[in-house]
């Protein structure tokens, strides 16, 4: 009987526990280990790039994830991106990460707005934040730009301190950052209230992290990061191939293959392979351009690079309309991004090659074309001009010839004898006029 009983109280205990587990969620939740998405971000930043930490969000959210970790590694990018970028984390109803790694990864310009809004802010050893001077469109030496650009920069120093005194980071450091370009060491920034934690690893930087309370749209957040599960996410192939099209160097090889193969294709009409992959090359250049700092008088200086070399086909100028196209082109590769930041530039090691292959490959078509039109004519009476024949019969006024298998009537200035080797030197109607060839 006893046995019995302490079984009955075994499992009256056991359905007892169950039920408050049941009847409790929250400390069922504590039992659950936490879950963190984890994705990178090594590369410029652009729209394709927030797009992609937007819907990583956005997923987390749906899917009741305790957090989102952005591992960091940019030279910058574009300030709208960044701005979006910036307002979805600043608006997140959960806690986002953003850790600067691995180590030798940087959070230049952009990035380092994108890293003080985050929840949480973290660095590996070996890596630098800062240099986030905005980046002027169009400026130069005069009035109005510099008014311009004070305004811009104005701009950026109050967005930032914005951010800074919400996430309570270092407000004069990062007005440093924007007016000053200045830039510093992971430990550096730990020093100074820029970054909340320095961290050699991502499990390293949870530990220090749990418990940590933080501030979201959805209210006061304790962090519980201990033993988290992280589940990494990739791009997918659609956003893999919109943030490679939006690399500078990408959309300008892109540019001048499309406008080549076109060209191709109209010099020689009918060949259709150059033509095709012109103009997908030419649609896939236009659209990574909308998304780049595009001066669109470089884009008009490489056009008329290629119009003069159609005009050197039509017109004689010894070469020098070719050397003004190659000219062209160059100037217009220089000036086709407006941007100091080299994010958002053509490599020199992209572009001096491709102005030399694409110099050469318009340069070998015009030639090529010049030397059609100089070629003598191989039909008609143009054709038949300087053939060599025989004469079948005296000729004077009239006589016979026979060259290319066939025999003309034929007439001279002089007498040819027979079996004299003769040369056509003029064609009239159905007749050639033949002079005698000398041994």
Same mark, same amino acid.
Request: glycine share 10%; aromatic share 8%.
């Given at each position: 009987?006893?046995?019995?009983?302490?079984?009955?109280?075994?499992?009256?205990?056991?359905?007892?526990?169950?039920?408050?587990?049941?009847?409790?969620?929250?400390?069922?939740?504590?039992?659950?280990?936490?879950?963190?998405?984890?994705?990178?971000?090594?590369?410029?930043?652009?729209?394709?790039?927030?797009?992609?930490?937007?819907?990583?969000?956005?997923?987390?959210?749906?899917?009741?994830?305790?957090?989102?970790?952005?591992?960091?590694?940019?030279?910058?990018?574009?300030?709208?991106?960044?701005?979006?970028?910036?307002?979805?984390?600043?608006?997140?109803?959960?806690?986002?990460?953003?850790?600067?790694?691995?180590?030798?990864?940087?959070?230049?310009?952009?990035?380092?707005?994108?890293?003080?809004?985050?929840?949480?802010?973290?660095?590996?050893?070996?890596?630098?934040?800062?240099?986030?001077?905005?980046?002027?469109?169009?400026?130069?030496?005069?009035?109005?730009?510099?008014?311009?650009?004070?305004?811009?920069?104005?701009?950026?120093?109050?967005?930032?301190?914005?951010?800074?005194?919400?996430?309570?980071?270092?407000?004069?450091?990062?007005?440093?950052?924007?007016?000053?370009?200045?830039?510093?060491?992971?430990?550096?920034?730990?020093?100074?209230?820029?970054?909340?934690?320095?961290?050699?690893?991502?499990?390293?930087?949870?530990?220090?992290?749990?418990?940590?309370?933080?501030?979201?749209?959805?209210?006061?957040?304790?962090?519980?990061?201990?033993?988290?599960?992280?589940?990494?996410?990739?791009?997918?192939?659609?956003?893999?191939?919109?943030? !490679? $099209?939006?690399?500078?160097? %990408?959309? *300008?090889?892109?540019? #001048? /293959?499309? =406008?080549? @193969?076109?060209?191709?294709?109209? +010099?020689?009409?009918?060949?259709?392979?150059?033509?095709?992959?012109?103009?997908?090359?030419?649609?896939?250049?236009?659209? !990574? $351009?909308?998304?780049?700092? %595009?001066? *669109?008088?470089?884009? #008009? /200086?490489? =056009?008329? @690079?290629?119009?003069?070399?159609? +005009?050197?086909?039509?017109?004689?100028?010894?070469?020098?309309?070719?050397?003004?196209?190659?000219?062209?082109?160059?100037?217009?590769?220089?000036?086709?991004?407006?941007?100091?930041?080299?994010? #958002?530039?053509?490599?020199?090691?992209?572009?001096?090659?491709?102005?030399?292959?694409?110099?050469?490959?318009?340069?070998?078509?015009?030639?090529?074309?010049?030397?059609?039109?100089?070629?003598?004519?191989?039909?008609?009476?143009?054709?038949?001009?300087?053939?060599?024949?025989?004469?079948?019969?005296?000729?004077?006024?009239?006589?016979?010839?026979?060259?290319?298998?066939?025999?003309?009537?034929?007439?001279?200035?002089?007498?040819?004898?027979?079996?004299?080797?003769?040369?056509?030197?003029?064609?009239?109607?159905?007749?050639?006029?033949?002079?005698?060839?000398?041994?």
């Amino acid at each position: 009987m006893r046995k019995r009983f302490l079984k009955e109280s075994a499992l009256i205990g056991f359905l007892l526990l169950s039920a408050v587990l049941l009847w409790n969620p929250a400390l069922y939740a504590e039992t659950k280990k936490p879950v963190y998405n984890v994705i990178k971000v090594s590369a410029a930043i652009t729209p394709p790039v927030a797009e992609f930490i937007n819907e990583n969000l956005e997923e987390a959210v749906a899917e009741g994830i305790d957090g989102l970790i952005i591992l960091l590694d940019t030279p910058g990018g574009l300030d709208l991106a960044m701005r979006d970028i910036a307002k979805d984390i600043l608006n997140s109803p959960i806690p986002v990460f953003v850790y600067v790694h691995p180590s030798g990864a940087r959070a230049a310009s952009a990035g380092v707005i994108i890293t003080v809004s985050a929840h949480v802010a973290a660095m590996t050893p070996g890596t630098n934040i800062g240099a986030a001077h905005p980046v002027g469109i169009g400026i130069g030496g005069g009035g109005e730009d510099k008014t311009m650009m004070e305004k811009v920069e104005n701009d950026a120093v109050a967005y930032v301190q914005g951010i800074a005194k919400k996430r309570g980071r270092n407000e004069k450091w990062l007005e440093k950052s924007i007016r000053k370009s200045e830039s510093i060491t992971a430990e550096e920034a730990l020093k100074i209230n820029v970054i909340d934690y320095l961290a050699v690893d991502l499990n390293q930087l949870l530990e220090q992290a749990h418990g940590k309370k933080v501030e979201t749209t959805s209210g006061e957040i304790t962090l519980r990061t201990k033993d988290a599960l992280l589940v990494e996410k990739e791009m997918g192939a659609r956003q893999r191939i919109l943030s !490679a $099209l939006s690399n500078p160097n %990408v959309a *300008y090889i892109l540019l #001048l /293959l499309g =406008l080549a @193969g076109l060209y191709f294709e109209f +010099a020689h009409p009918g060949v259709i392979l150059p033509g095709v992959i012109g103009g997908i090359s030419l649609i896939l250049a236009f659209f !990574a $351009l909308q998304t780049l700092p %595009v001066n *669109y008088a470089g884009i #008009l /200086l490489i =056009l008329f @690079g290629i119009i003069l070399f159609i +005009a050197e086909i039509k017109i004689v100028s010894y070469g020098m309309l070719s050397i003004g196209g190659v000219v062209s082109i160059a100037m217009g590769s220089l000036l086709l991004f407006e941007s100091p930041d080299p994010a #958002l530039r053509v490599s020199l090691q992209v572009m001096i090659p491709a102005v030399a292959i694409v110099s050469l490959f318009f340069m070998g078509i015009v030639a090529l074309v010049v030397k059609a039109h100089m070629r003598k004519s191989a039909t008609g009476s143009e054709g038949m001009r300087g053939e060599i024949g025989e004469a079948v019969t005296d000729i004077y006024e009239t006589g016979k010839v026979f060259f290319l298998g066939e025999y003309w009537n034929a007439f001279s200035d002089y007498l040819i004898e027979k079996g004299d080797k003769v040369k056509i030197v003029q064609v009239e109607g159905l007749k050639v006029k033949v002079e005698k060839i000398t041994p």
